[in-house]
């Protein structure tokens, strides 16, 4: 749909002549045509939005039978991507402004699609339901992101690596220990996904105005037609919520966050001066004038992202920070939130790859894992109750010598220095061998004696494997159930649609009492419907009939027409 500035023609969508001339072409230029660049993606949103609404006006009885049906059939013709001479025109306003321009090209029934209904509605709606799809997508994106952290520590389980803090070497660990540290992250950003969902897949669908409408509106039934969860109560808070974009730029910072902390250390990692890791090379790029560089382009793409993500978040906060009426909280929303969930998906499956593309110097981080002092804790835990001290002073004990030891150059701590400390602190020798020395800095005894829960030692990290596994069974199965949900929706969305076309191809008068029942499919059918639809059809067969007239999707149609 490609857009672009055009002089303004008279507003197409006010016909009443409310205005006296068409839109500056300043506004056209800069208002308008964010508009209907931001909207592109609501497109199959509003369409079923159109679809559903008709349905439901057809239903009680608020549009005449035969109008219905074709304008029905016209919005058919545009659903579910737009035909292929459909071109955005910012001079006519929004998305809605240009469906309806179009419509009316194909339909003088076009008029009763207004009916108990205004411009915003169609658009929150269509909005919702390109929220909604983009929610399930980015379930998707991170639970796969977290199944490939869980296959990769599981495979690292016991590769000793050197952990972390204030960037300063601080214990022995295993690289697959460290990996489930961002495991338990993405689970907590499917659970705010999944409460979050329902609340962005209620329906505003059915409020009118602000104050709701005197026309018979059920909401509930749109709200089943288009595969709501819930109704939004309110008529006005419908319409003009300002939480909602919030919340869901909040999570989408909450997930980025916490990948971007895996690409930071990621980054640090794969330096020359830790050389603990290494990226694929196709997730890497070469320097321009520097030969020798691979630079970390995948995390840097995910840490700036992540800074993005942070500014969304302040400015949904900022335009929705107005008077409850306005529609800042609306006009910025509508492509941004769309597309800062695409980001954030694809975000989550380039992470997916980098880990899985990952290569770890378990050499070097065994290594690592000996060096700079990193048993210290174990060996004054060890001190602790060999010599019968309280751990402050052991803490104090194994501090000095470790001092000493760094001022003499040495790299490691030993039975005699230890007694050398004791001396001067104590008075007296602690008596520890240098095997009961050597085996509390020893790193993977270090990490075996982690065997409490959350610990580093085998068992507990493959019972955290197994919890993190069983909970994202359990997201999965949600996922499929909600896509399910939508799938069926959108079948008994059309079947519907079907019917009303059917019905009203025909004169309510050509009925006779030899036919079915008025609430059977098979009364809707018109006199010239095969024998075989008429005993009763089935909704495949009654598919099958009122679609064989169109064309195959993309649909084209000229404006000629």
Not at 289 to 310: D, F, H, S, V, W
Not at 334 to 350: E, K, M, N
């Amino acid at each position: 749909m490609p857009a672009g500035p055009t002089p303004a023609p008279p507003p197409a969508n006010d016909p009443a002549g409310r205005l006296a001339g068409g839109p500056a072409p300043e506004l056209v230029a800069t208002a308008y045509l964010r508009e209907v660049r931001d909207q592109v993606g609501l497109y199959r949103g509003m369409s079923q939005a159109d679809l559903a609404h008709v349905v439901m006006l057809l239903e009680a009885g608020l549009v005449p039978r035969e109008a219905g049906g074709a304008l029905l059939a016209a919005l058919l013709a545009m659903h579910p991507d737009p035909p292929l001479d459909f071109v955005l025109d910012p001079a006519q306003g929004d998305l809605y402004s240009n469906r309806e321009a179009y419509l009316r090209m194909l339909t003088p029934a076009a008029g009763w699609l207004s009916v108990g209904r205004a411009r915003r509605e169609a658009t929150t709606v269509g909005w919702r339901l390109a929220v909604r799809e983009r929610l399930l997508a980015l379930a998707g994106a991170l639970a796969q992101c977290a199944q490939a952290v869980l296959i990769r520590a599981e495979a690292e389980r016991a590769t000793l690596f050197p952990d972390y803090t204030y960037l300063q070497p601080a214990q022995p660990t295993t690289f697959g220990h460290y990996l489930l540290t961002f495991a338990y992250p993405l689970l907590r950003d499917l659970d705010r996904l999944r409460a979050a969902y329902p609340r962005a897949n209620a329906s505003p669908a059915g409020s009118g105005s602000v104050n709701g409408s005197r026309l018979p509106l059920d909401r509930g039934r749109l709200a089943d037609l288009l595969g709501c969860d819930t109704v939004i109560t309110h008529t006005r808070d419908a319409m003009w919520q300002a939480d909602g974009p919030i919340e869901l730029a909040a999570l989408i910072s909450a997930a980025l966050v916490n990948l971007d902390r895996l690409a930071e250390d990621l980054q640090l990692f794969a330096t020359a001066e830790f050389g603990l890791v290494a990226l694929a090379d196709r997730h890497s790029r070469t320097s321009v004038i520097m030969p020798q560089k691979k630079n970390p382009y995948a995390l840097a793409y995910l840490r700036g992202l992540c800074g993005e993500a942070i500014g969304t978040l302040a400015a949904m906060a900022a335009v929705g920070k107005t008077p409850s009426g306005q529609i800042d909280s609306r006009l910025f929303v509508y492509g941004t939130i769309p597309r800062a969930l695409d980001s954030t998906a694809g975000a989550a499956r380039l992470m997916t790859d980098v880990v899985r593309g990952l290569q770890v110097d378990a050499g070097r981080s065994t290594r690592r894992a000996a060096e700079d002092f990193l048993g210290a804790t174990d060996l004054a835990e060890v001190v602790m109750l060999h010599a019968g001290l309280d751990y402050k002073t052991a803490h104090g004990l194994v501090a000095r010598a470790v001092r000493e030891a760094l001022e003499t150059g040495a790299t490691t701590l030993s039975a005699g220095r230890l007694d050398a400390a004791a001396l001067a602190m104590l008075g007296r020798p602690l008596g520890l061998t240098p095997e009961a020395v050597a085996e509390a800095l020893d790193p993977a005894r270090i990490v075996a004696a982690r065997s409490g829960l959350g610990g580093a030692a085998l068992p507990a990290v493959m019972q955290m494997i197994a919890e993190c596994r069983e909970a994202l069974a359990d997201h999965a199965r949600w996922r499929a159930q909600a896509e399910a949900r939508l799938a069926a929706a959108e079948t008994g969305l059309l079947m519907a649609v079907a019917a009303h076309k059917l019905a009203g191809a025909r004169p309510a008068e050509e009925a006779t009492p030899s036919e079915p029942g008025a609430d059977s499919p098979g009364a809707h059918l018109p006199a010239g419907a095969p024998p075989e639809l008429r005993q009763p059809p089935s909704l495949d067969d009654i598919a099958d009939f009122v679609f064989k007239d169109l064309p195959r999707p993309p649909n084209r149609r000229r404006w000629s027409q």
